[in-house]
């Protein structure tokens, strides 16, 4: 999995409740992304990092921020959960020395039920 | 709007025999293509990249053709194993944007 750890692997929140998914990396990856993946679509990006504190919206963003305080963690939240945020969500990174959205990386998935 | 998209859902086929999986993309902007293997409940795995400057490149077993022109794209696996069982997608990068796009997969079952 590239050094990529992802937390908790599986998450029943309750609708309106926050939740903070953990994406940590060890290999000192400057690029790092939040994907969903759902039946019926692809992965979806929702937001991408490209260094410390330097993050930026993927296609569907909305309900959705992130923070990156520090190289090797990428914490997507959810501020105030609903159904349709009911997904698995992928963290992933790119390789050292290649472009964003090149050759990515995926870690295990967090399978999130927002019931 | 772009789309990358599978003509099969589900692709069965017999152990040891050869596997082809298709995509097609629709922008000819696209200037890079992934495919990815994702077992149940795993993450996708890489398998091998091509960029539009090739039509051709081969890894271990596997082997992913470009055709620039229908804006189509192949995975073969060589002599399918069980352990290639696995919903398989395709990506393109489209240039101008940085965007990497996803195709919804499809399902190879390899049969004993």
């Known amino acids: 999995d590239a050094g990529i750890t992802q937390s908790p692997r599986h998450k029943v929140t309750e609708t309106g409740t926050p939740v903070t998914l953990r994406c940590h990396q060890t290999?000192?990856?400057?690029?790092m992304y939040w994907y969903r993946q759902d039946p019926g679509h692809g992965l979806r990006l929702i937001h991408y990092s490209y260094g410390v504190k330097d993050t930026d919206k993927g296609e569907v963003s909305d309900g959705y921020s992130v923070s990156r305080s520090k190289t090797e963690d990428f914490l997507l939240t959810l501020e105030s959960a609903t159904s349709s945020q009911t997904s698995v969500y992928f963290c992933a990174i790119s390789e050292v020395g290649t472009a964003t959205n090149e050759k990515l990386f995926f870690g295990s998935g967090t399978q999130l039920s927002v019931l | 709007g772009e789309s990358v998209g599978l003509h099969l859902p589900t692709l069965s086929v017999q152990e040891g025999d050869n596997s082809i999986i298709n995509c097609a993309y629709s922008?000819?902007?696209?200037?890079?293509f992934i495919w990815y293997k994702q077992e149940s409940g795993k993450g996708p795995q890489f398998i091998i990249d091509?960029?539009?400057?090739?039509d051709k490149r081969q890894g271990q077993r596997v082997t992913v053709l470009l055709n620039k022109t229908v804006k189509h794209l192949s995975l073969q696996i060589a002599a399918t194993q069980p352990g290639d069982s696995a919903v398989y997608f395709c990506?393109?990068?489209?240039?101008?944007?940085?965007?990497?796009?996803f195709g919804q997969g499809t399902t190879l079952q390899v049969k004993p």
């Open positions: 922008n000819s902007a696209s200037d890079y």
């Open positions: 290999e000192n990856h400057r690029y």
């Open positions: 990506a393109e990068n489209i240039g101008n944007t940085g965007k990497l796009i």
């Open positions: 091509i960029r539009s400057n090739m």
